[in-house]
């Protein structure tokens, strides 16, 4: 496993992979994951943060076959994808591994080598525009946590890195060990990689109308409520046509779209922290049936309830019945 790292780059990206394959060795990995950072002669990898690893090896140095490759991202990402010879190296060093990854903005680097053409890929939510926009040939979806096409993954933002890195121990070694390593970890789970990278609340900012900030927070903690344009601009004292202007001016989005997406939300919280059945989680979070539930469910993580709660339970080793949580 060789990871590779620039003038800052972000130390998370390449720790959550190391520190992960370590715990996967210290609970049995067999064979044992040999865990190598790797830089441009060797160079130190200084982080944003000022802190730095050393001990690399240097890039152009290695000729050996590799079993999987790994980029890390930050904020160095853009200087990283223009470095020629780093890309270079990169391309060279793809055709020696059986899988090819990259973490976070790290896509960058791999996209600018080519290795992502015809692909899907992810990145972190904030520079998947300009990543689509900087590689046409390559299908963006800032959606997921990861994705994987083929021999190459791409990871979502910074600690994705750890569910990339799990999923790449239970291809080698199967579940148990998985599961191992994630509870020695203290994440609860290994999410799925189709899971959503980003939950509306953090990635929306708060709306500056106040009036706007207060609908918004009645909708989420009210999901089972009354959320019609209608009652929503009662309860505003607003007209219904003021508040949709409001909603797409500052959210993006009509009312209704917001409520049907913050329901969702809701249901997904649901279905990882309880038990409940799926009738029940949808009167909870509004929704008028089952069917209507795994239909916004559906179109907003691509996976149906059902499917969602039972492989989260698989992740945690937990039988049927009981809540992730």
């Known amino acids: 496993m060789v990871i590779i790292g620039f003038e800052q780059a972000a130390l998370l990206d390449i720790a959550c992979v190391s520190d992960t394959l370590d715990v996967a060795n210290q609970h049995g990995a067999d064979p044992r994951y040999d865990v190598r950072l790797a830089s441009l002669r060797g160079r130190p990898v200084r982080g944003s943060s000022g802190l730095a690893l050393i001990g690399g090896t240097p890039v152009e140095r290695l000729r050996d076959p590799i079993g999987t490759l790994v980029v890390a991202g930050g904020l160095g990402h853009l200087e990283a994808a223009g470095n020629t010879e780093l890309v270079h190296h990169v391309r060279r060093l793809a055709d020696l591994s059986g899988r090819v990854a990259s973490v976070c903005t790290g896509a960058s680097v791999l996209a600018a080598a080519g290795l992502l053409d015809g692909r899907q890929a992810t990145t972190h939510w904030a520079t998947a525009s300009d990543l689509a926009d900087e590689y046409p040939a390559v299908t963006v979806d800032p959606r997921p946590l990861f994705i994987v096409d083929g021999p190459v993954s791409t990871s979502a933002g910074m600690t994705s890195a750890l569910d990339l890195t799990l999923a790449f121990v239970e291809a080698d070694h199967g579940p148990e060990l998985a599961r191992s390593v994630a509870r020695f970890l203290v994440t609860y789970l290994q999410r799925p990689g189709n899971q959503s990278q980003v939950s509306m609340y953090v990635k929306d900012p708060a709306p500056d109308h106040r009036v706007l900030r207060e609908v918004v927070r009645h909708i989420t903690a009210h999901p089972d409520g009354d959320l019609t344009t209608p009652a929503l601009a009662a309860r505003a004292g607003l007209s219904e046509r003021h508040l949709s202007r409001l909603f797409l001016d500052q ?27 799926l009738a029940a989680v949808a009167r909870r979070c509004g929704f008028g049936s089952t069917e209507t539930l795994r239909q916004a469910f559906q179109d907003r993580y691509d996976i149906s309830p059902s499917v969602y709660r039972l492989t989260l339970r698989r992740r945690a080793g937990l039988p049927r019945g009981t809540a992730p949580g």
Do not use: D, Y
């Not at 913050?262 to 309880?274: S, V």
């Open 251 to 277: 959210l993006g989005r009509s009312p209704a779209r917001f409520v049907r997406a913050a329901r969702t939300e809701a249901a997904a919280r649901l279905l990882e922290g309880t038990a409940l059945p």
